[in-house]
């Protein structure tokens, strides 16, 4: 695509007082829905309402790319059915629009026997979802995908890929547009009221009045589906991720993407190596609670962020239950020796290769009031609105199947 990304989010105009339906959110989800939304009613007056500059301020364009094909997810849930769904789509829609992506692979590191069971788990999973070309791989088969990889053993997901997702949510703020719905950066919601027939949003720029609003709001989420009244279970609370990234003769080690089996108490997959499309290898991300919403510098910290994290219940009886994976996530964070130790386990020739800092992202993870992180796409509704409550990954991979399914129960609300 040769889009200038600098002019897609500054190329409409000032807000409308009045719009049929309003996004608000500016990410890959929320103009997936915009998208939809448009599809499915022609000629409405939409509008997508975005509090940053451009696309991909946060998640859309803090994450590593990858795209996922379903191997994790509990059989049955939304997780798993639009992640696989969602991947085939997604695949189709960058063929068709020349957005560059690759599907390289990605192999799943078993390197003891104490974690072949949780490796068993993860096949069933995977293939009770559907997922493609699911292979398992003996000890020594794995060097043929990976060479430098060692495990007792593994398992292949072909159709897993990378993709450049900001690159993705242009294509479809583009197709917005093409459509007849606007996108308005730098508008920033402050507040929302009931009014007769709808809502009336407050931004930066106003007020829009509209008769039904679809809120992807990411690391906001919460905030905003309680000024709507929803209820305040589950809360947001951001989690740092942060990479590194190996020099480039380090680099020449991966092929691809290589993951360790993750803990299932977790919903984080621990420290991975993926290759991106520009050759470039990350390793993480790491989580750490993080003292605010937008710490992507370590030394950011929000009072309110950090008191309304502190005060969740949740938050504390998910510190007592995960206590030494904090501990762990704590020293990945700071050490970036330990980190890349951590990667070596996967690739035993990263032992003591020194690698830079890569990028850093918030992900936006629900936590209920009982201290359980939520692992599955949470979507509520109130009167004249649907929130997207949780959306971490793999929302990416699963945009356009999800956004399918944000519109049907907008439209079975009406």
């Known amino acids: 695509m040769s889009r200038d990304r600098a002019s897609v989010g500054t190329a409409d105009r000032q807000p409308p007082r009045e719009c049929d339906l309003v996004v608000v959110g500016g990410g890959i989800l929320g103009l997936a829905v915009a998208r939809e939304l448009l599809a499915r009613r022609p000629g409405a007056r ?53 957005v560059p992506f690759e599907r390289s692979g990605k192999l799943v590191v078993a390197v003891d026997e104490s974690e072949l069971g949780r490796l068993d788990e993860l096949e069933r999973r995977g293939r009770a979802n559907g997922v493609p070309g699911l292979r398992r791989l003996a000890r020594e088969e794995i060097a043929a995908v990976e060479p430098a990889a060692r495990g007792v053993a593994a398992l292949h997901s072909p159709q897993t890929g990378v993709v450049d997702f900001v690159a993705v949510a ?19 919601v402050t507040s929302v009221a009931q009014r007769p027939g709808g809502i009336a949003i407050r931004h930066t720029h106003g007020t ?16 905003l589906a309680v000024a709507c009244g929803a209820p305040r279970d589950p809360r947001i609370v951001p989690f740092r991720g942060a990479y ?50 937008d710490a992507y510098r370590l030394a950011t910290l929000r009072p309110r962020d950090l008191g309304q994290t502190l005060a969740w219940p949740g938050t504390w009886r998910m510190a007592a239950r995960h206590r030494r994976a904090a501990l762990r996530e704590l020293r990945h964070a700071t050490s970036r ?18 690698a830079e800092a890569g990028p850093a992202g918030i992900r936006a993870q629900a936590l209920g009031r009982d201290g359980a992180l939520v692992d599955d796409f949470v979507v509520h509704r109130t ?7 949780n959306a971490p990954s793999p929302a990416a991979t699963s945009s356009l ?3 399918r399914l944000i519109v049907d129960r907008l439209d079975a609300r009406q």
């Open 383 to 389: 009167a004249h609105a649907i929130h997207v409550r």
């Open 244 to 293: 590194l990234r190996l020099r480039p003769a380090d680099a020449e080690l991966i092929r691809a993407n290589v993951y360790p089996v993750p803990d299932p108490e977790l919903p984080f997959l621990g420290a991975h190596l993926t290759r991106n499309l520009d050759g470039s290898v990350l390793i993480g991300p790491s989580a750490l609670l993080a003292p605010a919403r």
């Open 337 to 354: 020796r330990a980190f890349v130790a951590e990667a070596a386990r996967l690739v035993p020739a990263l032992r003591g290769v020194r």
């Open 46 to 98: 939409l509008c997508v309402l975005e509090s940053e500059d451009r696309i991909g301020r946060h998640q859309t364009g803090r994450s590593s790319g990858v795209v996922h094909a379903g191997i994790y997810y509990e059989p049955g849930s939304l997780k798993a059915r639009l992640c696989v769904e969602g991947a085939r789509e997604l695949y189709a829609y960058c063929e068709e629009r020349g």
């Open 208 to 223: 829009t009045a509209t008769s039904a609003a679809v809120f992807c709001a990411g690391l906001w989420s919460d905030r």
């Open 401 to 403: 199947a999800l956004a």
């Open 170 to 188: 242009e294509s479809y703020a583009a197709d917005v547009r093409a459509d007849g719905g606007t996108t308005h950066f730098g508008t920033r």
